[in-house]
């Protein structure tokens, strides 16, 4: 690798880290840990299980054409993120870095991307392209979810804007296949 390249990553790494460590400081705090330990176990996926088995129950037809697409576009977005985590093997900021505090149990090793807010992201763009009054609620509960993952030290931002990218990609990318289908 060029030299100079090599100078950039080291710099980027440097601010990267800085700013994880001022995201991570908060949650020595026990309500501050608490709280997002509660955000992070609901990122899980179980808000996202009981969000799309409340759809049908609420919108009828529609809200299980919603609930089938976003399962599916869901279940895509597990199975790439779970191939780039095991070529990326990126690991988690507090194993790296003695600096960062990790608040809770990670689901498995690796950092890189996450999957957390991948899932946030995704399943909010396409819920709210269907229902726009979910719009609010699920993208503030999205922010939460990503930066539960930097607060509790299981992700560097990066991470965690390379889970909201490829999530929001995703979803539009199947709103857009899906969409002669759906008309």
Partial sequence: MDRRVALAFQRFDAVELRFCRLLNRPSRS???????QIVSKLGDGWIWYALLLTLPVLYGTA??????????????????????KKHAVRERPYITHSVIDCAT?????YSFPSGHTLHAVCFTVMVSSYFPEW????????????????????????????????????????????QPLFA
């Fill in 135 to 178: 719009t609010c609620p699920l993208a503030a509960l999205a922010l939460l979810i990503a930066l539960s993952r930097v607060i509790l030290g299981l992700h560097y931002p990066t991470d965690v804007a390379a889970g909201a990218a490829l999530g929001g990609g995703l979803a539009a990318g199947s709103l857009l296949v899906a």
């Fill in 63 to 84: 809200g299980l054409e919603a609930t089938l697409h976003a399962a599916l576009t869901g279940a895509a977005g597990l199975a790439l993120y779970k191939l780039i």
């Fill in 30 to 36: 026990l309500s501050v840990r608490q709280s997002f």
């Fill in 105 to 109: 149990a990670p689901l498995d090793r």
